[in-house]
T-cell receptor, first 115, second 114 residues
Framework: DAEITQSPRHKITETGRQVTLACHQTWNHNNMFWYRQDLGHGLRLIHYSYGVQDTNKGEVSDGYSVSRSNTEDLPLTLESAASSQTSVYFC??????????????FGEGSRLTVL | RKEVEQDPGPFNVPEGATVAFNCTYSNSASQSFFWYRQDCRKEPKLLMSVYSSGNEDGRFTAQLNRASQYISLLIRDSKLSDSATYLCVVNIGNRGSTLGRLYFGRGTQLTVWP
């Protein structure tokens, strides 16, 4: 079955280190998204991509970067991790541009703790 | 002001009860609307889309009021398995374009007890 997977599922790191969260989907979806979820804020969009070589900033993109070299993967990099980036990160994909169906398929999430 | 506002609850109801959640959105350019469900420490999943005329899926009924800019979700005959957080989601797009963005509410927590 097609799926979307994130790794690692749990990570503890130190302030200032570079961290990369992987996201891989096998649905051949063009659209991929990274969200973070924090208590009191709900899901907030970090970066998104509508296809290979396309990346866009979301509402909370500072301190994060993404690259899209193929359809299947959208890795999220924290260049210099900060304690404020402690959160649960969700990757998602969709077949159509958002608004057509509204259905995002989410990965299981990556819980990141920055000490 | 947040794009999407929800009462965070928690709502604690007995099995068989009817419960309703409301959600308001601030941007009149919002084009489409959805309810997602998120179980504890799990990923969100689409529950249902919300259409202008209202729509029903089994025990779940969703309604949209564009004039007042709110969305509702009604759950009838609550089951223990309905316990979850319900996320209101709004797509805000450019007019004449589908290049919208999804905005998520903080979620409303529901606990159904036996």
């Amino acid at each position: 079955d097609a799926e979307i997977t994130q790794s690692p599922r749990h990570k503890i790191t130190e302030t200032g280190r570079q961290v990369t969260l992987a996201c891989h989907q096998t649905w051949n979806h063009n659209n991929m998204f990274w969200y973070r979820q924090d208590l009191g804020h709900g899901l907030r969009l970090i970066h998104y991509s509508y296809g290979v070589q396309d990346t866009n900033k979301g509402e909370v993109s500072d301190g994060y970067s993404v690259s899209r070299s193929n359809t299947e993967d959208l890795p999220l990099t924290l260049e210099s991790a900060a304690s404020s980036q402690t959160s649960v990160y969700f990757c998602a994909s969709s077949i159509l541009r958002t608004g057509d169906t509204g259905e995002l398929f989410f990965g299981e999430g990556s819980r990141l703790t920055v000490l | 002001r947040k794009e999407v506002e929800q009462d965070p609850g928690p709502f604690n109801v007995p099995e068989g009860a009817t419960v309703a959640f409301n959600c308001t959105y601030s941007n009149s350019a919002s084009q489409s609307f959805f309810w997602y469900r998120q179980d504890c420490r799990k990923e969100p999943k689409l529950l249902m889309s919300v259409y202008s005329s209202g729509n029903e899926d089994g025990r779940f009924t969703a309604q949209l009021n564009r004039a007042s800019q709110y969305i509702s979700l009604l759950i009838r005959d609550s089951k223990l398995s309905d316990s979850a957080t319900y996320l209101c989601v709004v797509n805000i797009g450019n007019r004449g374009s589908t290049l919208g963005r999804l905005y998520f509410g903080r979620g409303t927590q529901l606990t159904v007890w036996p």
